[in-house]
């Protein structure tokens, strides 16, 4: 049987080969290449670790005994203890340096990797250095235990993040998104991929040369190709990884990992088929959308109602020209009710809507004629939630009707005369959770009284200059479809019934000066883009916003394609250029003809029918997803067995990546003398140098094309 002085000896001898060991890995680096059967050794780390962690901080214990020195046989036993525990911290700093050559980068590793040489060493100088004074060894050790908790922390924080620690104790309140600010990567994607993902994708663990704790590591992708590219399948690398089997070792998240569920994927497929944009809102995509159906109900206002659902039928007969009647967000019970056009408003129709009574949310009046209408029949609707009555000439009884209205959350009467009675009514609405009260004639005081009453109500004053000029909201357009036939009306408004609408047809951005003011409908007869600015007095003229209209002109009598378009971006093929239907900007995948390694060559004949004068191409841009405008078009007509050019453009190349669009590009032809026409789109044949892929081939999408006189 060894004796403890053996014991003692062979563990000395041994603490100096991992020292040796530990220096040769710390001072060669990466430059050091180590044999694969040292990676499962390497990977042991984490076994190991709890070792020394318990015997280190039960030897330090040894030094705090009081008399220790005069009990031989106490203090030998926590000094084989301590020496015990240094030779597992050898070890297991062993284990880490070489653990920490394989995918392990970041500050977080920097602090764990020098923490643990710190721990090593200092139990090493502290066993050696033990008989020296009590007192020094007492503060060394506590100065070593506090070394040992703050590398395990780090340790932690590298394996379950960084606030794995302090997570029990910190606030598990959810900041409530309201759905109009909710960004589809930032508040649906995001929250999926740090719950599966970026345990091993992020600051000091970066698996596959993939960073997933910040945009900018998604963008770049890893070493096995880009993390998403929109609306393509094949080349995503993170639809690749989640649809393998389980049991593939490139299946992500790993077999061992928590799994992403039905719902998950389904977001995560639909979000790269979307055009897998950092930076777009949910609201902008269709309501029919099926990312949009699966996370808006995530958001503010998107919340669970138990009551029944109105007859569909009864719905469908309440809505008139002058009546609008919605679901709050799909496949929801809850209503929203809004009135418009002052001159047909009936105010008896308003005793239509008790059928609907139980499911009415929303309700909105806004400018309607309400001077003298009894509003008693809204305490029957006993869920509303949100009521919108700005500029509708409210009295102070009105007022007391609206003030006993307990459900309200929302109220707006901008635009009302608000005077002392209807203060002290509004002062009782301890429900309302935001008030909007512009253009109302209070005072200070009286603003100052109302905020006094309701302190946990956000309220909405209105807009006091005092010198400072902010940028107005893009004015709104309104069209029916894009693609029409004979005439289309178009309509801009604004929020701010105040500010002037200037617009333009021919392509050029508005003035404040120069450009036609909106005043009424336009109606249109052609194929061309309607842009519209805001302007307004102490105000910043607004961003444009613009809109493409096609009228659908002359269907050519035959029509085919020299190449096939990609067989990811075929939609139905030749015939979708076409049908007159106008393409979704946010999905590539459908109705979408795609081209990269060929040009689209169209070629149409008009056999019988008049002969176009005008050609339009409704293109697609998304630069993120390698989407370009093409580097040439080039319309050719066949005359005398000749191919002539006809017309030609090369369109500009944004500097910077934009999100998903719709352009219009138009053409005149210099004359009709031809027999069949030829229209060429060139694909930029390599990206741009601010491109994050500089130099590869660019996309043309293109889904409709315009013929007209």
Known sequence: ???????????????????????????????????????????????????PIVLLLMGLLFFWIPGIDKKPEIREIGEISFLAGCNFAGITVLAGLILAQEEYTGEILTWHKWGGLVVFGGCVLLYFFRAIQANIIRLSSVALAIAIIATGHWGAGLTHGEDFLLAPIQSNEIEVIPLAEAEIFGDVVQPILQAKCISCHKEGKIKGELRMDHIEGLQKGGKSGPFVLAGDFEKSLLIQRINLPEDDKKHMPPKNKA????????????????????????VTLPAKNELYQLASVKFEGNKIYSFDAADKEDIQELNTSYRSIQALFPESPALDVSYFGISAFPPKSLSDLKIVKDQIVRFSLNKMPLAGVDLKFLKDFKHLEELQLNFTDLNADQMKVISELNTLEVLAISGNTVDQASIQNLAKMKSLKKLYLWETAMSSQDQETIKKALPETVIDFGFDGKGIIYDLN????????????????????????????????????????????????????????????????????????????????????????????????????????????????????????????????????????????????????????????????????????????????????????????????????????????KITLTPLAHLPKWHQNPGDKAWVFVDEVIFNQ
């Open 259 to 282: 799994q992403l569920t039905e719902e998950e994927l389904l977001i995560l497929s639909e979000w790269v088929a979307s055009g897998a944009s950092f930076e777009q809102k949910l």
């Open 1 to 51: 049987m060894f004796k403890i002085s053996s014991i003692r000896s062979i563990l000395e001898s041994t603490l100096f080969v991992w020292i040796g060991l530990t220096l040769i890995i710390t001072l060669a680096g990466n430059s050091l290449v180590l044999p694969d059967w040292l990676q499962v050794v390497g990977r042991s780390h984490p076994i190991l670790l709890h070792f």
């Open 474 to 677: 893009s004015p709104i357009i309104s069209q029916a479809e894009m693609i029409y036939q004979d005439s289309l009306e178009i309509k801009l408004s604004h929020p701010i019934k105040t500010a002037e609408i200037r617009y333009t047809l021919d392509g050029t951005e508005p003035d404040s000066t120069s450009s036609t003011i909106y005043t009424k409908p336009i109606f249109v007869t052609n194929t061309g883009k309607v842009i519209a600015k805001a302007f307004a007095k102490d105000w910043n003229g607004s961003k444009p916003t613009e809109s493409v209209f096609m009228h659908s002109g002359i269907k050519p009598s035959e029509f085919s394609l020299v190449y096939e378009p990609n067989s990811k971006y075929k939609a139905s093929g030749p015939a979708t250029l076409f049908d007159l239907e106008k393409a979704d900007a946010s999905n590539h995948g459908q109705k979408w003809l795609g081209f990269q390694d060929e040009p689209m060559v169209l070629e149409v004949d008009f056999k019988g029918l008049s002969k176009a004068k005008e050609i339009s191409l409704s293109l697609l841009y998304n630069e993120a997803a390698h989407i370009f405008p093409p580097e040439k078009v080039s319309v050719q007509g066949l005359e005398n067995g000749t191919w002539k050019t006809l017309a030609s453009n090369s369109p500009a190349v944004s500097t910077k990546a934009l999100s998903a669009r719709s352009e219009l590009l138009t053409l005149e032809l210099e004359n009709t003398n031809y027999d069949k026409l």
